[in-house]
């Protein structure tokens, strides 16, 4: 399988091939034979850290090495939260729908998001830096609505607030990609 994908030609597909080769990797020097079963849920997180989400690929790569039926390895990375069948966004934005966010605005500020960045709720922007997606609760309903961008809360949203907080980490994954280049060089 990751031989079949290294001789592609894309330099993404290198890197994919790469990636599943950590994986492999991973798997040959950590898992025995007789805890093969007892080791997915760790191999499906190494999976999910490597790649940043669990490709096809790897769950058929998984299946292969642990001999577990890739239904069964579906079934788990679509019951436990942590786990993403798709990538994910650089910056995950979620909007609280819960009763005091939606009764304070937060339908308004998911709407202006969407507006924005030209996406539904699930999806992630072409250039991969957000994603948008929807939570009952986040914990703060006293000051609602609320926001969360990855580990940042913003509290007592209005939607003027949004290209804002937008534009914010816009440039913050410039600044990141001009470190990476210094970096290179």
Same mark, same amino acid.
């Given at each position: ?45 190494? &999976? ?9 690929? !790897? ?11 890739? &239904? ?27 009763? &005091? ?5 937060? &339908? ?17 922007? !072409? ?36 290209? !804002? ?15 990476? !280049?210094?970096?290179?060089?």
């Amino acid at each position: 399988m990751i031989k079949n994908i290294e001789k592609r030609e894309t330099g993404d597909q290198k890197e994919f091939a790469k990636k599943l080769r950590l994986v492999d990797t991973h798997i040959r020097e950590t898992v025995s034979e007789e805890n093969r079963k007892g080791a997915l849920m760790g191999v499906l997180h190494k &999976a999910q850290n490597v790649f940043g989400y669990l490709p096809r690929e !790897a769950m058929e790569l998984i299946s292969q090495r642990l001999s577990v039926p890739t &239904a069964h390895i579906y079934g788990m990375a679509t019951f436990y939260n942590y786990f993403s069948l798709k990538p994910k966004a650089k910056f995950q934005i979620c909007v609280c729908k819960g009763t &005091a966010c939606y009764v304070g605005g937060g &339908a308004r500020i998911l709407q202006t998001l969407k507006k924005e960045l030209k996406i539904n709720e699930g999806d992630i922007t !072409a250039d991969g830096l957000f994603g948008l997606n929807i939570t009952r609760c986040l914990g703060c309903c006293g000051l609602s609505p609320v926001m969360q961008v990855n580990d940042d809360i913003y509290v007592r949203m209005v939607p003027e607030k949004v290209k !804002a907080i937008l534009e914010t980490y816009r440039r913050l994954d410039k600044v990141g990609k001009k470190k990476k !280049a210094v970096r290179r060089k």
